[in-house]
């Protein structure tokens, strides 16, 4: 079965760092594109960062370039989020998910259960 299991996520102080991971198993990880969403209550999930299937390009939304960095490990099965620097308006539940789109419409979608992230000092 599909299963995305997160960790890393807990309280840290503004100015501070934490590095997220989602451990991937039941789908070819090597084969998906990675993303990292969060969701703050009463807001709309936005995409955070991203990576290709193997690790060669990455996207990062505005307000967290030069702060997050995204990254796979593809023997691991895990894709990763460090994020240093952090600020208060960071603190959202922070979603993994893979993708894959193999053409003509094929496309697959997966999530994790999200990890709470709260930077506050």
């Known amino acids: 079965q599909v299963q995305l299991v997160e960790s890393g996520g807990g309280l840290v102080q503004p100015g501070g760092s934490l590095r997220l991971s989602c451990a991937a198993s039941?789908?070819?990880?090597?084969?998906?594109?990675m993303s990292w969403y969060r969701q703050a209550p009463g807001k709309e999930r936005e995409l955070v960062a991203a990576?290709?299937?193997?690790?060669?390009?990455?996207n990062y939304a505005d307000p967290v370039k030069g702060r997050f960095t995204i990254s796979r490990d593809n023997a691991e099965n895990t894709v990763y989020l460090q994020m240093s620097s952090l600020k208060p308006e960071d603190t959202a539940v922070y979603y993994c998910?893979?993708?894959?789109?193999?053409?003509?419409?094929?496309?697959?979608?997966?999530w994790g259960q999200g990890t709470q992230v709260t930077v506050s000092s």
């Open positions: 990576i290709t299937s193997t690790g060669g390009s990455t």
């Open positions: 998910n893979a993708e894959f789109s193999g053409g003509w419409g094929y496309h697959r979608l997966y």
């Open positions: 039941g789908f070819t990880f090597s084969t998906y594109a």
